[in-house]
């Protein structure tokens, strides 16, 4: 069984002061910054960078020439000390970025078992949750929020601030301007809906009750004549208050920038 040196690179340069723990493996030229914790078992592999100041769960491959944990490209950042976390099981793609937060929420975070494919961008103070699929060369804004098991298409940008909702999904080359709800599929440019995540929710286990509802919600809302105020009033008293109806109506109603239709 090797040693945790023996099984850092010697051309890696890792600062004294990071905690690598047990199984972890850092490839040639690799650099690992101060602060920086990393979990057990995982693979850090050649010329990738992990700047400063950033958490790195369990069984994480941060690919080939990736950089996390870099400085927020946001002019109003003055060096305040923030952070990083990724969680356990998430898969970083070659040269994908991953900046550290700003003070106005101090900290990015991406959940466990999610997958940033190559070119990825995810800016300061995003919060993507677990399971999370971001394909290649998606640029995700500051202050933007990606809820769980969502998949975003390649070559998406999304907009400061925006929201996305739990198992939505948005086809590639799309632009997103405003929030997406949960458990639906959006697309173009600018981005429209069209209809449920179907496919998504079946591959979820989605019991057929629920998914009838979410369908009930998805037409009161979107096909139909009523305005998003009037349809938040029907579906309050119309809709069976199952887990996943309150979070859909919650999340339209709490919407800021406006919800994608």
Do not use: W
Request: glycine residues 12%.
């Amino acid at each position: 069984m090797k040693s945790i040196t023996e099984s850092i690179h010697t051309t890696a340069i890792v600062d004294e002061g990071a905690q690598i723990g047990a199984d972890v493996s850092v490839g040639p030229y690799a650099i690992i910054g101060p602060g920086v914790t990393i979990g057990a078992g995982t693979r850090i592999a050649a010329h990738a960078v992990i700047e400063r100041d950033t958490t790195i769960g369990e069984r994480c491959k941060i690919h080939y020439g990736a950089v996390v944990g870099s400085d927020p490209q946001d002019l109003k950042y003055q060096g305040e000390p923030t952070t990083c976390v990724i969680g356990d099981g998430t898969v970083i793609r070659e040269y994908a970025t991953v900046n550290r937060g700003t003070l106005a929420q101090g900290y990015t975070s991406i959940g466990d078992a999610c997958l940033l494919m190559a070119y990825v961008h995810v800016a300061h103070d995003c919060l993507v949750g677990d399971g999370v699929i971001l394909s290649n060369a998606v640029n995700l804004a500051g202050h933007v929020s990606v809820d769980e098991n969502a998949i975003i298409g390649g070559m998406t940008p999304v907009h400061q601030f925006v929201r996305i909702g739990a198992h939505a999904f948005i086809g590639g080359c799309s632009r997103i301007q405003k929030d997406v709800p949960p458990y639906v599929k959006a697309a173009g440019d600018p981005a429209a809906l069209f209809g449920l995540n179907s496919v998504g929710l079946d591959r979820r286990g989605f019991p057929e009750n629920v998914k009838s509802e979410l369908k009930r919600a998805y037409r009161l809302f979107f096909n139909s004549k009523l305005n998003i105020t009037q349809a938040l009033a029907r579906a309050k008293d119309e809709l069976h208050p199952y887990p996943e109806i309150v979070r859909f109506i919650t999340f339209i109603s709490e919407s800021e920038r406006g919800v994608t239709v």
